[in-house]
């Protein structure tokens, strides 16, 4: 897995700026990308990404 940065579940949950709990739920509820390694649970950083870009919603006329 060259060049690819792999985070544990805290510095995932600082990444999308929740707590660890929410992380879980994410991966376990709403499909957030994952990597199984033994019993370690990592995530790729551009799988993430890219799940949030396909996961995003758009609402006409709303801007913040």
């Avoid at 879980?24 to 990404?49: H, M, T």
């Amino acid at each position: 897995m060259e060049g690819k940065q792999l985070l544990d579940k805290k510095q995932m949950g600082s990444v999308l700026q929740c707590s660890v709990r929410q992380v879980d739920y994410l991966r376990e509820k709403q499909g957030l990308p994952f990597v199984r390694i033994g019993n370690l649970i990592r995530f790729d950083l551009d799988s993430v990404n890219n799940w949030i870009r396909s996961n995003e919603q758009q609402k006409p006329g709303k801007t913040d």
